[in-house]
Structure formats: C-alpha cells, structure tokens
C-alpha cells in the first residue's frame, strides 16, 4: 500500500515540477501580498478628512480645532459657512467628519458651562465611521482635560492629580500597537487558505475532466492511496510556502516573534493537512476545474477572511459569526499564530487549539474518502 | 456574420448552463456567502471582550465597571486574582483587562484614584479605540466626581460635549455594509473567473484551434466569451442586492437601481475583459487562476472599503486610481446608500468605462498577436 501511495506522490510532484510558472506563482502571489502589506499598504486609518463649520470663531473654537488639525488622525480639508454645505461635502466624499461650533462655544465655556459640538460623520462606511467618533471623542477629551486644569488652577488646585480617577494603560503583546505586527500574521493564516487549497483543489477534478481519472479507477489503488498520494506533494507544498513567509516575517519585516518556532511549525504542518484535505473534499465532489476553484473561494478563502478574527477579536462576533468561526481551521490556526508571534508561552495554552486542528483534518479525510467513490460516468 | 456570432454565443451559454453544480455555487456565492458575510465584523470596536478583577468592591468600583456598556464593551467575566487576569488575556478569551485596587473607594474620595487598564495590542486597529473609548469614559467618570463632591449644588465645569450625528448609517450597522461588499468582491471575482475560464477550457481542451480556423475575428470571439458572463453576473447582482442585503438585512437603498445596473454591466464588462487578458497569457486554468489572484488582491486592497484611500501615500493612492474595483466600490455605495446620481459618480463611471474599455482592446490585440 505504501508503495502505491509514493507512486502517485511522485507522479503528482513530477506533474507539478513540470509546470514552473504555476508552482513559482504559488510562491510569488503570496510573498507580493504579504510586502505589500508589511511595506506600503497601511490599514491604520490616519488622515481622515475633517471639515469645521465655526460659528463661534473665537480663541476658544481655534483651540479646539486645533487639537485636530494637530492630530495625526485627522486633515482639515475646508472651513465652512453653513449646515448645508457641510452636508454637501459629506454627501460628496469630500469630508468624512464635520464639526459644527456653536456660536456661544466661547462665551460658555468662559462662563464654566457645558457646551456641545455636532459632529457628522459619514456612516456609509461603518467601521470607519466609528473610528472617527473615537478619534473625535479622544481629541475631544484631551481639549477637556486642558479645560478642567485651567479650572481646577483658578479653584485654588495645590497639583497633584489633576483627575480624581485616572487610567493607567499598559499594552501587552504588541506595545507599539503597529497594525504590522499583526497583520502580517494574519496574512500568514489567510494566505495559507488560499494557495494550497486552490491547488489541491484541481487534483481530482482535473484528472476527472480530462479522463485520466479512470486510469486511477481501474488501478488497484484504494481511495486512501489515492488521497494520500495527492495529497503527500501539496501538504510539503503548502509547509515549504510557511517556511517562506515565516522567513520573511521575521528576517526583512524584522516582526516581533516571542513564542516557539517548533510548535508553529507542527501547527502549520496540521493546518496544510486540513487546508489540503479541505481541497480534496471540493476536488472530489465537483465535475470542472471552475466549479471547483469558486467553490473553493466561498467555502475556504471568504471565511477564513471574514471570520477567523483577523482584524477584530473572535469574541467580538455575534452568535452566527462565532458558530461560523469555531467550524473552519483559520480560527485555530489563527490562534496558534497570533500565540507565537506575540504573546509567547509554552504550548499549554495552545493545546486545545492543536486538538481542534488534528480533530478537523481526521474529519476532512473521511468527507474526502466519502466523497470519492469510484465510479464511471 | 451575425449568424455566427449568435452561434458561438448560444453555445457558449448552453456549455455554461450545463455545469449544474457549479451553477449550484454561483447561486451560494451570490445568497449564502453574501448573508454569512453580513455576519462577520471588520475592524470596529464591538462587543469588545472585558475582564474584570475588581478588589474593591464598593459603589464607586461597580459604577466605574458599570460603564463599561455594550455595544462597545462586554464583560466575559469577574475574575478574583492576578493570574486569572493573565490566562484569560493570554488565551484571548479577553481582550481588556480592568483592574480595579482595594483602596479605590477611599481615594476617589480624596481625588487620588487610579485604575489599571490592560490592553491586548495584538489587534492594534480596535485597541487603539478601545483606549480612547476608556479614556473619555474615565475623563466623565471624574468630571462627575468632581461637579458632585464638595456641598449643596453641582459645581459648573466647562466641558465639550460630542453630539454625534451619523449620516446614511445612524446606527453603524456593519452588516449593510459588510453584505453589499460581499457582493461587489463577487461579482467581481466571478467575472474574472468565468470568462478566464470560458476562455482557457478551450486552449486546454485544445479546441481553440477550432475556433481560429472559423472565419470568426477575435474580436468576434472575445465578443461571444463576454457576452455571458455580462449577461448573467450583473443579473445576480440585482438579484443579490434586492433579495438579501435589501432584503433580508433591511438596508435603505435610497438610489437609482436602473443606474447601479448599467454601469455594473460595464463593471462585469471591464473585469471579464480582464480575465480573458490573463486567459491569453495562461495555458491552463490553474496558472489562469495564480495570475488572476496576483492581480485581484492588490486591486481588492486598494480598494477604499478596507482602508481610506486617504490614510494611503501618493504611489498607492494614484495606483487604485487605474484599478476599477476602486470606481466602483466607491460608485457604489454613493448610489445605493447616499442616493447619489451621475453628477456625483460621473468621475467613476467614466473610469470603469475607460479601464473597461482599454482593458477589452489589449486583450483582443494580444491575442490577435497570439494568432498570428
């Protein structure tokens, strides 16, 4: 049996090494996603463009403004005149964010009264449109605590703390919060379920289009041999994609990396078994090669994306969104990664990870195996 | 030569309609994977997960904790030591700890309180708001201590308070716009993939010498490789954005279905050009495919619905200006969501038109070279 299972790994890698542009691809696609990611490409939301409407036009109002146009969150793009203008420029893309300044700003905050900004932000884009709000509210704040010392000096403040409550922040894992150092691991997860599952994806299906299938069927391999034999070639496919990256990571991103290298690689090597078994499964039960590339797209790609928490905790996510995550291998995997770049530890805390991994790929195999019947037209 | 034409047309639908499993998917990817992505979350702060080790369990530390308030917040748990603290961050179970010390309540009252706050960075994008929601939610705290402390009235303290107003999205829902996205990335994914396809199968096949030895041009061909994939995807589209994200996610469609249709035929129309530019180079599906994901992710991600295009350098700004994803993620949502006509999207349309249709002629003229 172990005879048969190496003569269809060796006949896989032979057809693969056959076929360098689409091999070097495998290695290049992903290496180009991940620099553009590390060096241009930047997800922190920086600039946004404000516009201020100043009724008040005061010292006050410019000292306001200022805490924005000082920001590097935020770019002043215009002073307007009017409600509907600023309408306008949200409406157009123009502005994302528009204060409104009443015009007693001045004179009630001089008189110690509360006074409230409008504050428009364009919603079309929630998550950036919440991300503006914070960031105003933190401007907003820091012109707040400015305002409470100068009264707290004219109430006869002997120093000390200026707040009667204070925050201590103190950021573990990633202390200079640089999207980088997370993000390039998650590209790791991402885009180890992109290129090897597409891979494997047309293993069965293209043998099956083009007729060699039943070459396969009519030989004495089992359906076990047959799996195992596609499989062997693209698992060390996907594993020798992990060193690559991994490399890079570490060496030109110069990304923090704390934990065990040993135990991310036994967790990438069991996550190449599932994501290459996950491209059985679809190769096995689809009849052409397109059918089988988008079906691998929505079943394996798009989730891993939106759910295995790249960007936002798992936890974060409503009842469906954690169901959906707790059911593919990126979440798992996801954890293993996020663990040995930047927190550390020994594999304890990671073991019921590891489990749920080795869990997924027996189940994948066995759907593989199912799937595979042999049979004639 | 029409008759021609029409032929190959024909038998290209009947080749498309007769793969039922992959139509199968084609339905999935324009239903089910439009409603589950409605489901996931980006990079907002949302139900942020909170622990708590509160060692002073007064009024003042059960109101401090107390703001912690959905729908930023959550508090997965009260945990009653150090170390309980550090396992559940280590296993992200949680993603903030607030850390609250035994004298909390006798030195607020002497004004000298402090609270810790431990911040899991490793997501930077929601831990960076997280903070900023704690620190204005700390800066209230105090400001109320202080207008309520010391006798008979509240004392004034001057103080900017932030109205919020959100347009188009009062409410930030996510899934309005998590779920049109879905379906702006499908169509164009699909359109690439299937006129790739339609045209790699036949080099695969070896049927293309078939169809170069018919007195068909090329640009015939390429006519007739298009002709589906424009006619079906825009379709789906409609048939996706009505039934499901106006549908069953509620969303306020507030502009002109008739123009979002038009120009996303030119859409399809400019990205299945583009996938048959891939198809001449690509000798099989699989190389057709590698090439297609090089060009689709940088385009995606320079988009402006993951990141702001102005939080981007000059190079990448100008770059996603020559990809047509951007026009139209951004045409877009200024249709459907602002109700916003051609005099604000004309700039878009026009570009989708132009790449379209510069991207369609360098197609036909490599493979006219090719034939020759």
């Known amino acids: 049996m172990g005879d048969r299972v190496l003569a269809i790994a060796r006949k896989e890698t032979r057809q693969l090494l056959r076929d360098p542009v689409y091999l070097g691809l495998a290695f290049v696609v992903p290496l180009m996603l991940l620099i553009l990611l590390g060096y241009q490409l930047s997800l922190d939301v920086k600039g946004l463009l404000v516009a201020v409407v100043d009724r008040d036009r005061s010292v006050w109002s410019r000292q306001y403004v200022d805490g924005f146009v000082n920001s590097e969150y935020f770019r002043l793009v215009a002073r307007l005149d009017s409600e509907a203008q600023a309408r306008e420029w949200i409406r157009s893309g123009r502005a994302r964010v528009v204060l409104d300044i009443p015009p007693d700003f001045g004179r009630r905050l001089s008189a110690n009264e509360t006074v409230a900004v409008g504050v428009t932000v364009d919603g079309s884009f929630p998550s950036r449109g919440q991300i503006a709000l914070g960031y105003v509210e933190a401007v907003s704040t820091l012109y707040n605590q400015q305002l409470l010392r100068a009264w707290l000096v004219e109430h006869g403040w002997r120093g000390g703390q200026v707040l009667p409550v204070q925050m201590e922040m103190s950021v573990w894992y990633n202390p200079t919060l640089e999207s980088k150092n997370f993000i390039v691991p998650g590209m790791l997860v991402i885009v180890m379920m992109i290129f090897p599952p597409l891979l494997s994806a047309l293993l069965i299906v293209r043998e099956r289009e083009s007729g060699t299938i039943l070459n396969l069927y009519a030989s004495p391999a089992t359906r076990w041999d047959i799996l195992a034999g596609k499989a062997l070639p693209y698992v060390a496919v996907s594993f020798l994609d992990f060193l690559v990256i991994f490399a890079v990571s570490v060496w030109l991103f110069q990304l923090r990396f704390v934990g065990s290298a040993w135990l991310l690689s036994a967790a990438a090597l069991l996550y190449s078994i599932c994501t290459i078994g996950l491209g059985l499964v679809i190769s096995a039960l689809t009849r052409t090669q397109l059918a089988a590339m988008l079906a691998t797209f929505l079943v394996a790609v798009a989730p891993a994306f939106t759910f295995s928490g790249i960007f936002a905790p798992v936890a974060s996510q409503d009842a469906v969104g954690r169901f959906v995550a707790h059911l593919i291998p990126a979440t798992y995997f996801m954890d293993v990664v996020r663990g040995a770049y930047l927190k550390g530890g020994g594999a304890a805390p990671y073991a019921p990870s590891l489990a749920a991994l080795a869990g997924y790929a027996v189940v994948v195999y066995a759907i593989a195996w199912l799937a595979l019947r042999k049979r004639v037209g | ?372």
Not at chain 2, 21 to 28: E, K, N, S, T, V
Not at chain 2, 331 to 360: E, P, R, S
Request: net charge positive; proline share 5%.
């Open chain 2, 1 to 372: 030569m029409r008759r021609r034409l029409a032929a190959l047309i024909r038998k290209e639908f009947s080749q498309l309609f007769r793969d039922v499993p992959m139509l199968l998917i084609l339905g999935w990817a324009f239903t089910g994977a439009v409603y589950t992505s409605g489901h996931g979350i980006a990079t907002e702060l949302y139900q942020y997960p909170v622990v708590v080790l509160d060692l002073s369990q007064s009024p003042a530390s059960r109101e401090l904790v107390s703001r912690f308030r959905a729908p930023y917040f959550k508090l997965v748990e009260q945990a009653w030591s150090d170390r309980e603290v550090v396992a559940r961050l280590d296993r992200g179970e949680a993603s903030l700890a607030v850390v609250i010390p035994p004298d909390f309540e006798r030195r607020v009252q002497q004004g000298t309180a402090r609270f810790q706050v431990i911040s899991d960075g490793s997501q930077s994008m929601t831990a960076t708001l997280a903070g900023a929601h704690i620190a204005s939610l700390a800066h209230g705290y105090s400001v109320e201590r202080l207008a309520g402390a010391g006798g008979l009235g509240a004392r004034r303290i001057p103080h900017v308070d932030v109205r919020p107003r959100v347009e188009y999205n009062p409410n930030l829902v996510e899934t309005w716009f998590s779920s049109l996205l879905e379906v702006f990335n499908q169509a164009t994914m699909i359109g690439m993939l299937l006129a790739a396809a339609a045209m790699v199968r036949e080099r695969e096949h070896g049927t293309v010498e078939h169809l170069l030895v018919s007195p068909l041009r090329p640009i015939e061909l390429f006519a007739a490789k298009l002709v589906p994939v424009v006619t079906l995807v825009p379709l789906a589209v409609m048939g996706s954005v009505l039934a499901i994200v106006q549908g069953a996610f509620q969303t306020p469609i507030r502009g002109s279905l008739a123009l979002f249709y038009v120009v996303t035929v030119v859409y399809v129309f400019a990205m299945a050009s583009l996938g048959l530019g891939i198809a001449v180079v690509a000798r099989t599906l699989g190389q057709a495919m590698m090439m297609l994901l090089l060009i689709l992710y940088p385009m995606t991600l320079l988009s402006g619905a993951l990141t702001p295009p102005e939080s981007q350098g000059v190079f990448m700004r100008s770059a996603g200006l020559l990809s047509p994803v951007r026009h139209y993620v951004d045409f877009g949502y200024q249709v459907l969501f602002k109700g916003n006509g051609l005099a604000y999207v004309w700039q878009d349309v026009a570009g989708i038109l132009v790449l379209g249709v510069a991207l369609f002629l360098i197609s036909v003229r490599r493979f006219a070279r090719l034939v020759r």
